[in-house]
């Protein structure tokens, strides 16, 4: 479970974030929406515990990064937007390095298989595809078997066949009883795959829209708070 308790952040004397309060559960995928520049990069970071909150705390399962850092740390994974694969390394560095990291029971060998990566896990990092790379970043998530993942645009610059394959295996994660916090400006692929969607606006978490509770489509609610403002 993740808290978000009166989070505020402030860069200088900008409020980025104010006063943020919402509860999310396991076994859902989230979405995180607002236009470029409203605060959901900050949001997560703070999640991830890069960025001290000025007020307020973040717990997930009852860990703060105050009362126990390592711990806290282990129950996540974030995958910022701007996250660069060592250009050098090979795939499979990468995952063998999040197990070890993450004291992960998960078997490397059984991820490869499931997202079918074993043609491409041994090439460095620099002669793989976008896509390819994004399956990287994914399979590492699943790897960690971190409660909470964190995805920062993880479907920016995908075909329409890599955001499909991305998209299942966010929901085999969800299945597996994780939390999935992801922002994007997709706003059909953020509907086709979230439980719940988050809309940041003017600091705060303005609307909740559950797919459970309504018929509404995130396009819908994002022109009723925004009008023609941009998600880019």
Avoid at 104 to 124: F, H, W
Avoid at 145 to 157: F, H
């Amino acid at each position: 479970m993740l808290t978000i308790k009166n989070i505020s952040v402030n860069y200088g004397k900008k409020i980025i974030l104010e006063k943020l309060d919402f509860e999310l559960n396991s076994s859902e995928i989230i979405g995180l929406v607002a236009p470029n520049g409203a605060g959901k990069t900050t949001l997560l970071r703070t999640i991830a515990g890069l960025i001290r909150p000025d007020s307020g705390e973040v717990f997930i399962n009852g860990l703060t990064v105050v009362n126990n850092r390592q711990a806290y740390y282990k129950t996540l994974y974030f995958v910022e937007s701007n996250h660069t694969l060592y250009s050098n390394l090979k795939g499979i560095d990468h995952l063998n390095y999040v197990k070890a990291i993450w004291h992960s029971s998960v078997s490397v060998e059984q991820v490869i298989k499931d997202l079918a990566i074993k043609e491409y896990v041994n090439r460095p990092i620099k002669k793989l595809s976008l896509g390819m790379k994004q399956q990287i970043l994914i399979a590492m998530c699943i790897v960690s078997d971190a409660d909470v993942i964190l995805l920062d645009e993880p479907m920016n610059g995908l075909d329409p066949t890599n955001m499909k394959n991305i998209s299942e295996q966010l929901i085999k994660l969800k299945n597996k009883q994780k939390l999935i916090l992801f922002s994007s400006h997709i706003l059909s692929n953020v509907d086709n795959i979230s439980d719940k969607v988050l809309f940041l606006k003017n600091k705060k978490i303005d609307y909740l829209l559950d797919f459970e509770k309504e018929s509404l489509s995130s396009e819908v609610v994002y022109d009723q708070l925004f009008g023609q403002e941009s998600l880019l």
